[in-house]
């Protein structure tokens, strides 16, 4: 069994929440260096050759890349050998959420879903927590911004519905999106599990980097078909037209009950900030 003090993993928390709101991956940039030699409108150029420009100033000058600095969200991997001492899981990351957020002057957007009275620090922040062999901790942080959450659909087809009917809901609800979400996007699409396994499958998927084959080769076939067909819809960069309306799109599945063939759909602006540490 090995030790982990809260206060360390408060540390990390504070440093990932900052550095992923500064500084976008490496994957994201390079999709935008490819949507901006693959677009074809001219306006949808313009806002590739911003977004390269704002995402350079951002991690230069360690400013926020854009305002809405998200809902902490976090995806844990916590070793089952992996003890936590003085204190519990959620509150250590809280309060690096809350320090992260003061120190970094990123924009605190967390209040009650009635009163709509902010928090002020950002918290309580989402921590989804999976159990794995092991000794370690990995956190990986995933703010995520209320534009494109607020884009978020579950639906629950028939099994007769099969592929063509995933297919369609997909495309259907990036239509609808339109320019809501900040595109150009990451579809992350989530098949099969309970409602919430598929929302948080749907979530999960947008963090694997763009550009990276899906191992499962059902998966990336109908990742091909989709994104051409989300792309088709002429929608583009920021709503303004275009051929690139989605970077990527992301599958995740997980085997659900006979009766049920439930598909999750959760879109990411161009903003796809995740950090990751070890601890």
Do not use: W
């Not at 420009?53 to 916590?78: H, S, W």
């Not at 990351?93 to 957020?101: F, K, N, S, T």
Request: hydrophobic letters at 40%; a negative charge.
């Amino acid at each position: 069994m090995r030790t982990l003090s809260a206060e360390n993993i408060t540390g990390a928390v504070k440093k990932l929440v900052m550095e992923a709101n500064t500084d976008l991956g490496a994957d994201v940039v390079k999709a935008f260096e490819k949507g901006l030699k693959e677009e074809v409108s001219t306006a949808g150029k313009a806002v590739f050759e911003s977004l390269l420009a704002n995402q350079k100033i951002a991690r230069e000058e360690q400013v926020p890349m854009c305002q809405d600095t998200g809902y902490a969200v976090f995806f844990a991997e916590l070793g089952q050998d992996c003890h936590i001492t003085d204190g519990l899981l959620q509150d250590a990351i809280d309060e690096g959420v809350r320090q992260g957020y003061k120190e970094g002057y990123l924009r605190k957007s967390i209040c009650d879903p009635f009163t709509r009275e902010n928090t002020k620090d950002n918290t309580p922040s989402i921590v989804l927590v999976d159990m794995v062999e092991g000794d370690r901790l990995k956190i990986t942080a995933a703010p995520k911004g209320g534009g494109s959450e607020n884009m978020s659909r579950l639906t629950m087809l028939t099994p007769a519905a099969g592929k063509q009917g995933i297919i369609d809901f997909v495309v259907k609800r990036c239509e609808e999106a339109g320019p809501n979400p900040c595109p150009p996007v990451i579809v992350g699409v989530g098949i099969g599990g309970s409602a919430e396994k598929c929302m948080t499958i749907a979530k999960k998927a947008l963090l694997r980097p763009i550009g990276e084959k899906n191992p499962d080769p059902e998966l990336a076939d109908l990742e091909a078909e989709i994104i051409e067909k989300v792309n088709n819809l002429g929608i583009g960069p920021q709503g303004m037209g275009g051929r690139v309306f989605a970077m990527a799109v992301h599958i995740e599945k997980y085997p659900c009950h006979i009766a049920s063939l439930p598909v999750a759909v959760n879109i990411c602006c161009h903003a796809s900030r995740h950090k990751e540490v070890v601890l």
